[in-house]
Every structure is written in structure tokens, then in C-alpha cells.
């Protein structure tokens, strides 16, 4: 523009009367000296015009008319060297400005990014990609008050075996399945969060929202009913579920997150798997379990605990082959209580590691000098769970010098179908020590013999429920003699239990029991009782306290 505006004011020059040239001449100039100094902050764009007009400006005027602009040609090339100056050192500071802002903005977008980055990790669940507890309870404040909500607390059952067994691997791939499994089953704009470990929960507002989440918490539990896939294993998992609904003006957040959790642990001491509404009652049942735990753990402590012993007998002779060692709890302050009644307690809120331990070490110390009796003592399928177990069997049996071939620890069948590997790897390692694994209750579940075998049991249960039935129902003598037959028939033993009458006996002789068990014989007693009635062999002289 400038070459072409130049050679115009040059070619125009030619035609006008002096007036006229004298306006040339100035405007062009004035031009140029404009263009220049509005391009400062472009530096070649300033430099290419300074050169492109003045230049040739300065060189026609010069010579033109005689030399009579000769005195502005000079002035006007003094005047572009000093803006060329000023331009090269202005330029300069501008471009320095110009980067530091630049540095500024991409400081600027990096603290956004990191605020954000920030934020997420504070929000977010970094193994599902879910919100974490802290984001669910803000979005729970913000939403309880405002109208009808609803929420779920869910807890895996069988998560921690899982994670024991199998390893954290496998425990972090079943969280990420099982979330992805809950978020397909996710009513439209709920939110699902995990709160830590295998705990989950899922919101909801409207004025659906309780029908929505029982929906929802019905769901998971149908997705979880049969076994997962996860990488090479296949494990089984539950899902405990509370539910929890508030009217606004109900309660707050963090109330209704209690709710939930108490009515999601009904659940949990009510079989596990499955779904339960919050109602007023089942604080009570919580306070009451809460108090039964504090009670059992100071019992522990203050040694209100015992161990009675009740025979088993040869189903030929009669005679006393073993006890099995049963607790008690006599010294409870609120009057005693049987271990139906705190030993599901003590299993949820674990102590039946302790519980079980005292057991086993009292009767290896009671029995220890009976060297004709067996003892049996049963094991809590919840005693698996701990890695260490095995040892601290071993550990008791060392330093109470029993010897673990006359050891049986009875167990029921419930944990083999959930763990299969882990009871496998537990029975191995208690034979392993010599000792005999029985298992219990047998013909209260659904376990085949076949099944059983290969856990290599040496010793099979009668359930007290199958004895009761065997003098009316002739279904239940023909299960008794098939199952002895077949029993004996893999190398186990047989025992009845709750052997009531003479019939009975007779009956569970007749289909081939090797042992029975029961009030027809012996109840359950302390001790110094089988003592005093020199029933269990000679000992040498025990007091009695
Ligand atoms: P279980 O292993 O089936 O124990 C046998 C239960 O049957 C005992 O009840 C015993 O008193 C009762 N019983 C024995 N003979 C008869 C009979 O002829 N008729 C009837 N109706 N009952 C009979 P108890 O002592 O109340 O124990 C109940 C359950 O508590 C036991 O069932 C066992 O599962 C559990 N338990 C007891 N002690 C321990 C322990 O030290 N550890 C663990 N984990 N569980 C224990
Ligand atoms: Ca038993
Ligand atoms: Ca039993």
C-alpha cells in the first residue's frame, strides 16, 4: 500500500500549479510519518513503509522542481531515522510485555487445570470414577431440604474373603466391575458413590425417589445373585442393602446417611443379601447389638466366659469316645445366655476370633489329661477369614501340649460354597497337624457327600433337625442309611446329633452311625462335673472350683 500510495502522490505530482504540489508534498509526508508511527508495535510492517515510502520520498523531493522541497526532503529523513530509532528501541520493551502476559495466560491455564485436577481428586473415586464420600455428602446436603429424597447404603457380603483370598488385584477388579454393574442399574439422575472399601451409595431426588431406589437397590442385588467373572477367577459376591427416604424438614444429610446404614446392617445381621427400609425399630435392634458387643468384649475380658462338654458315645458300646466343647456364658450380669444368641454377634462384630480361641484353648486344657478322649470344637465359618489362623491353632496346641490327633474342629457348611479355596487350603493345613475336620450340621443345607469329599472331612454331622425327624418319617431313615452308606463308604465317619430318645438310637444304630450325640445320653456340663462322675477316665485328682 505504501509503494502504490507513493507512486500515485509521484505520478499525480506532474499536474498541479505549486498550491497543489505543496499539498502533495505534505500530505504525502504527513501520511507516511502516520503509517509509521501507528505501526510501532509492528516492527517490520513500521520498518518495511519507513523504507518503502520515506525513502523514495526523500530521494524525488530532493531533486524535484529545482530542489525547492529539497529542505523537507532532508527533514522528512531525519524525521524516519529518529522513528526507526524510537521504533527499535520501543519495540523491545513491547515485546517483552507482550511475552511476559503470554506467560501470564499459560500460568494462568495451568493453575485453572490443576484447580481442576484439584477438585477431581478430591471428588473422585480414583478406582471407579465415581464420587467419593465427601462429593456424595455435599450433593446429599444440597439436595435433602429441597424435596423428597432417597438414598441406598450398600455393602458388598463375602468382599473381604474375596480380597484375602485372592489378593488386592482381584479385590480392586471386582470394586471396579461391581461399579460399573451398579451405575447400569441406576435410576436417570441419581448419583452413585463409593464411600470407601466396598461400601457404596446411590441418592436420588424427586418426588419418586423412595420407588426409584428400592428399584434400584432390588436390581443390584438381582446383578449380583450369580457368580462373577473376574480375570481367571470366579468369585460370588453379595450386596447388602438400607434404604433411606426423607420429606424435606425430615432430617439432614448426615442423618439420612445413617439411616440408611443402620437399615443396611439389619440386613447384614439378618442373613446378608438383600434389601431393607429404614423404619424406627431398627435403631433399637442396633443399640441392642451394639450394647451385646460391649458386653461380650468386657465378659472377655472379665473371664465370665466357659466351656461345658458334652459326650459323644460309641453308637455300638455306649462308651464316652469324645466331647464336643460348647460355650457358655454363666457369669453374663444380665443372666446367661446361649450361644445362639451371642455367637451371631460376636461373628458380625469380630469377636469370635477371641471366642473361638478361648474355647479351643480351654478344652485342649481341660482334656489334655484324658488321654482316651477325643474333644471337637467348633469352628466359626467367620475364624476362616483370618490369614493367620492355621498358626494360631497351631500356637495353642503347642503350648497347651495337646496333642492334635485327638483334635476335631467341627465346621458347617455355609462358608465352603461362598470360599471353596480358602476352606480347602484351612482343612489341608489342620490335617496337616494331624488334626480331624468334621463337618457339622450336615442335612440342614443341601451339600451332596461327593461334594464334601474333596475337602477330605474325616467325619460327617447329622443334623439335630434330620435326627428329630427319623422316628416319624421313613423319607428321613432312608437319607440317614444312604448317607452313612455313602459316608463310610469315602472313608468318613458318621455322628448324630440330638439323639432325644431310645427309638432314636435304636433307628441311627440300625443305619450304620458309628457315634450319636445327645440328651438320651448326656446334656451339656461343666467340667468339674464329668469329674466328680469319673466318667471320662482316670486323671489325676482335679479341683473343682
Ligand atoms: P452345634 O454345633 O450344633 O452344637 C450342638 C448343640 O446341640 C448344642 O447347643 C447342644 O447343647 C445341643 N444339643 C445336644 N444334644 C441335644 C439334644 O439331644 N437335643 C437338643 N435339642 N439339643 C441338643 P448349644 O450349646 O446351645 O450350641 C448351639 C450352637 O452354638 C452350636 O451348635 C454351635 O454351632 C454354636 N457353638 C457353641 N459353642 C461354640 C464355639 O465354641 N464356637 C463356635 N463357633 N460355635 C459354638
Ligand atoms: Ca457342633
Ligand atoms: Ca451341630
Redesign the pocket.
Known sequence: LAAVFSAWGFALYGYGDAYAKGQVVFFLALTMIACVFCLTHLRPAALSVAAIGVGPYSVFFFFADHGHFRAIAVILALVAIGMVATILRNYNDFAKLVASQRALLAEHGETLRLGEENSRLANQDPLTGLANRRRFIARLSELSGSGPVAMAFLDLDGFKIVNDDYGHEVGDALIAYVAKAFSQCLPERAVLARLGGDEFAALVAGPDALREMLGFARAVCDRLEHALTIGQRTVSVGASIGVAAAAPGDCDAHELLRRADVAMYHVKANGKGGVKLYGGELDLDRRRQNALKQEISGGLDRGEFEVHY?PIVDARSNAIVSV????RWPARAGGPL???DF?PTAEEEGL?DAL?LF?LRRACEDLRDFDKIAVS????PAQFRDPDFERKVARVLAETGFPAARLSL?VTEGYLIGNPERAASVIAALKAMGASVVL??FGAGYTSIAYLQKYGFSAIKID?SLTARIGEDEKARVLVTGVVYLANGLDMTVTA????TEEQAQLLRLAGCQSL????FYR?APMCEWLGRGLLGSTPAAACG
Open positions: 458334652q464336643e466343647a460348647l460355650l446361649g450361644p445362639d455367637i469370635i473361638g474355647a470344637v467348633n469352628l466359626s467341627e457339622d450340621d439335630r446329633e440330638g439323639v432325644e450325640q445327645g440328651f438320651w451339656p
